[in-house]
């Protein structure tokens, strides 16, 4: 079965500093990942997915299938990127694609 | 993109009772998910909601706890039965697009049993 881990449950970064939010996964076939972002009391927004390859909100995410990480960067933290992170995988079956499985969350400060 | 409305987004219930929630998109969809997210915890996959036949249900989730329908490609429901204080969480309803294949949320129903 497959598996989303990220290490870190709060990460806390002064404004301007660089951010990295960890993300590992294991999964048997070729992966599809994505990057979820949910700020307070709205609702959960993708952020990035790997195939796409986009930067979004200076964020950027790289597969390293070597070493099976997603881990989303951004060279300068601003405060508005305060919020919880998801890294998500998802898999297919015989059926086409099956749901998200989820990482538990990370949840990003950025300080003053 | 897809608007995904789910109703009620949110609802305080009795142990005992059922809430049922539904969710209607405004685009030609392939998959329906619903997923749980308990107080403080990340999503957790609930079902894959089948049009026309029962849903795939995840390791431990069962059909007699939360009944799904999908009766067409655009609308659902999932019902959580014999509501105990456990169950008080979000539960937010998921599609992927048929033509771009990318994945929306719902804002989530938030429940809370007494």
């Known amino acids: 079965a497959q598996r989303v881990t990220q290490p870190e449950k709060l990460l806390s970064v002064f404004k301007g500093a660089p951010v990295e939010l960890k993300c590992n996964y294991s999964?048997?076939?070729?992966?599809?990942l994505f990057w979820y972002v949910q700020y307070s009391r709205q609702r959960l927004q993708l952020l990035l997915r790997h195939i796409s390859r986009e930067s979004i909100k200076g964020f950027t995410a790289d597969l390293n299938k070597g070493e099976t990480s997603f881990h989303l960067k951004k060279p300068f933290a601003q405060e508005e990127d305060s919020a919880m992170y998801y890294c998500a995988l998802r898999s297919y079956s015989g059926g086409g694609a099956d749901g998200l499985t989820f990482g538990k969350g990370t949840h990003l400060i950025i300080q003053p | 993109s897809a608007v995904i409305s789910q109703k009620p987004s949110r609802d305080i219930c009795q142990r005992g009772t059922s809430l049922t929630i539904q969710c209607q998109v405004d685009s030609q969809v392939t998959m329906m998910f619903w997923y749980r997210q308990q107080p403080g915890q990340s999503l957790t996959l609930i079902a894959t909601?089948?049009?026309?036949?029962?849903?795939?249900?995840e390791s431990g989730f069962v059909i007699d706890k939360f009944p799904i329908s999908r009766p067409n490609l655009t609308f659902s429901t999932l019902t959580v039965s014999n509501l105990s204080p456990e169950d008080s969480s979000i539960y937010l309803c998921s599609v992927t697009l048929r033509n771009t294949g990318e994945l929306f949320f719902g804002e989530g129903s938030r429940l809370t049993v007494l």
């Open positions: 999964y048997s076939g070729s992966p599809e």
């Open positions: 909601a089948n049009q026309g036949s029962e849903a795939t249900y």
